[in-house]
C-alpha cells in the first residue's frame, strides 16, 4: 500500500509503503519513502510483472501526474515518458486522486479535475491494452 503522510521533516504528504498478509494488519516497510525532497501526493500503486509502478501527483504549475518504478519501494526510476497526464484546455487548476484499473483489454483511468473550491469532475480516459503495456 502507498499513502501520505505529513512530518515535519519531510514536505507535506511524502509518500510512504506498507504490506500486508490479510489486508487487517499494515506493517510499515522501513526506508521504504518517496518524496522526500519535494510535495508528492496521491499515489496509484500496481504490481506488475515484478515491479511496482506509482502514479503520483507532484506540485508544479500546473500540477502535472509523474510515473516511476521499483522493484523494492525504496529505489526507484522515473519513467521517460513523464509528464503522463497533465492538464489542458478546460481542464482546473487542480488534477488529482489519479486510479486506473485493468477492465477486459482496456485500461480506464479517472482523475479528480476542478478548482478546489467551486467546482469539481471526475474525468476519464482509456487506453487500449493492459496495465503490462500501459506501464
Known amino acids: 500500500m502507498a499513502y501520505e503522510s505529513k512530518e515535519e521533516k519531510y514536505p507535506p504528504f511524502t509518500i510512504k509503503f506498507a504490506e500486508s498478509l490479510d489486508l487487517r494488519a499494515w506493517t510499515k516497510i522501513p526506508g521504504a519513502i ?6 508528492t501526493a496521491c499515489p496509484a500503486l500496481r504490481y506488475v510483472d515484478g515491479a511496482f509502478y506509482m502514479l503520483y501527483l507532484e506540485w508544479l504549475q ?32 487542480n488534477t488529482s486522486d489519479i486510479d486506473l484499473v485493468e477492465f477486459g ?3 480506464m483511468v ?7 473550491k467551486t467546482w469539481g469532475a471526475v474525468p476519464s480516459a482509456e487506453f487500449d491494452g493492459t496495465l503490462k503495456e500501459f506501464f
Do not use: C, M
Open 110 to 116: 479517472f482523475y479528480l479535475d476542478g478548482k478546489q
Open 105 to 107: 483489454d482496456k485500461v
Open 62 to 93: 500546473p500540477k502535472w501526474w509523474y510515473l516511476t518504478r521499483s522493484t523494492d519501494l525504496i529505489h526507484w526510476e522515473q519513467s521517460p515518458r513523464n509528464p503522463v497526464l497533465a492538464p489542458e484546455g478546460v481542464e482546473g487548476i
Open 34 to 39: 518517496y518524496g522526500t525532497d519535494r510535495y
